[in-house]
């Protein structure tokens, strides 16, 4: 995971072998370097993943066997003096943006890479039914992954005081917990206990895969360069 101001995001090795854990801490170790340029632009965003996505794939190089990192992330950028997220995806680790006043409301910012989704995106089955279905966890996209070109999914999106963001792996909202974890979500708890309480939440459905969640708040005041900024906490 990333918590370093203005870069919040989720890595997710894929594998039981130890090599997802080594894809996903080269990922973490380049959104790392990214949050502490002087000045962080849209181009700086991109190229860190990309980057990072060669230095997996040299990885695999190096071990002689696959090894590959989904991500989800969001990163606080000043455009003209605006403040906005430039969140980001590869794979199925997921983006949530809560937002509203007297009724709060969570929505998916992030579109999974998998093939369920595409079957969706086709009109071939609905959002209920690949929940369930089999090829749900069947990645089309990923760090480190050599079929087709890389091409992460990027979204540029207002920085808005009291929204909230939830930036997760894919176990946060396995075998139905979605539900349950936008009623956490939504609640008005501090980020740190709504990361813990998602997390409880997850294990009590009985998802047996890893649970990582970043919470962002944005809470503080304007500071002299227009950046908000935000009030993360995390826990896996």
């Not at 959104?31 to 996505?53: F, K, N, T, W």
């Not at 990192?69 to 943006?97: H, K």
Request: hydrophobic share 45%; proline share 5%; aromatic share 4%.
């Amino acid at each position: 995971m990333v918590l370093e101001p203005p870069v919040f995001a989720v890595a997710d090795g894929m594998g039981d072998d130890g090599d997802g854990a080594g894809a996903s801490a080269v990922v973490v170790d380049h959104l790392q370097r990214l949050a502490r340029l002087p000045v962080i632009g849209p181009d700086e965003v991109v190229q860190a993943l990309r980057s990072a996505h060669e230095d997996v794939l040299a990885l695999q190089q190096r071990i002689g066997r696959p090894a590959a990192s989904t991500v989800a992330g969001a990163v606080g950028l000043v455009l003209e003096g605006q403040s906005y997220w430039m969140i980001f995806n590869v794979g199925d680790s997921r983006v949530y943006r809560v937002t509203g006043v007297e009724q709060r409301r969570m929505q998916q910012v992030s579109v999974d890479h998998t093939h369920a989704q595409e079957l969706v995106d086709a009109g071939r089955i609905s959002r209920l039914e690949s929940l369930v279905h089999p090829d749900r966890t069947v990645l089309t996209r990923a760090v480190g992954m050599r079929q087709g070109e890389f091409d992460p999914d990027f979204w540029l999106l207002p920085m808005v005081l009291g929204e909230r963001l939830v930036v997760c792996s894919d176990g946060l909202v396995r075998d139905g917990a979605e539900v349950e974890a936008a009623l956490v979500a939504k609640s008005r708890r501090p980020a740190r206990q709504t990361a813990d309480e998602l997390v409880d939440a997850a294990l009590r459905v009985g998802g047996g895969d890893d649970v990582s969640v970043v919470v962002v708040d944005v809470l503080a005041e304007p500071v002299e360069d227009q950046t908000t900024i935000p009030d993360p906490q995390l826990r896996r």
